[in-house]
T-cell receptor, first 115, second 111 residues
């Protein structure tokens, strides 16, 4: 079946602009995660949704970052007033919580470049 | 989550077994050892996980020491497609806690 998809695959923006990154999880997966990955580093947790609600947003670096998942499926990560330091690959993952299986399935990521 | 320590890089000849070590000396009794890998320009991919018994699946084997302070991921017959960064992660299970990635081990499989 289809995996996790993310759009766009690449996004170039200017400092100060607003961006939205979209994640389509695997159908039926109730948990959804956002991570970001800087060059040469492992992915860093941002926020986790269980259904429609954010169960843990402790990884969001500041109030410029916000994420929603209004219908418990697709999620959008929103970044206001982008800064050059926001440049990274933003990864989305989903997992099925039933049956004791908690492995996370990752999308290919969105590469964000802030000029 | 407990911190893990992995060598930054390793080489392996194609067709040979790749043995990737991980130290997790502060692991708690309810924490599992997970392995993920990330091939260039892709998202991480789950490989295997275990608590204290050795585990094997179609991708790899996981050997956990009796004191649980370290483990080894074994790819029995490495291929060029196994070239990737391998991450060892400790995590409470069951649960949907986020994964805490370190820098991992960059495995290069050489023809």
């Amino acid at each position: 079946g289809a995996g996790v998809s993310q759009t766009p695959s690449n996004k170039v923006t200017e400092k100060g602009k607003y961006v939205e990154l979209r994640c389509d999880p695997i159908s039926g997966h109730t948990a959804l995660y956002w991570y970001r990955q800087s060059l040469g580093q492992g992915p860093e947790f941002l926020i986790y949704f269980q259904g429609t609600g954010a169960a843990d947003d402790s990884g969001l670096p500041n109030d410029r970052f916000f994420a929603v998942r209004p219908e418990g499926s697709v999620s959008t990560l929103k970044i206001q007033r982008t800064e050059r330091g926001d440049s990274a690959v933003y990864l989305c993952a989903s997992s099925l919580t039933a049956g004791g299986r908690h492995e996370q399935f990752f999308g290919p990521g969105t590469r964000l470049t802030v000029l | 989550d407990a911190k893990t320590t992995q060598p930054p890089s390793m080489d392996c000849a194609e067709g040979r077994a790749a043995n990737l070590p991980c130290n997790h000396s502060t692991i708690s009794g309810n924490e599992y050892v997970y392995w993920y890998r990330q091939i260039h320009s892709q998202g991480p991919q789950y490989i295997i996980h275990g608590l204290k018994n050795n585990e094997t699946n179609e991708m790899a084997s996981l050997i956990i020491t009796e004191d649980r302070k370290s483990s080894t991921l074994i790819l029995p017959h490495a291929t060029l497609r196994d070239t990737a960064v391998y991450y060892c992660i400790v995590r409470v299970e069951p649960g949907n806690t986020p994964l805490v990635f370190g820098k991992g081990t960059r495995l290069s499989v050489i023809a």
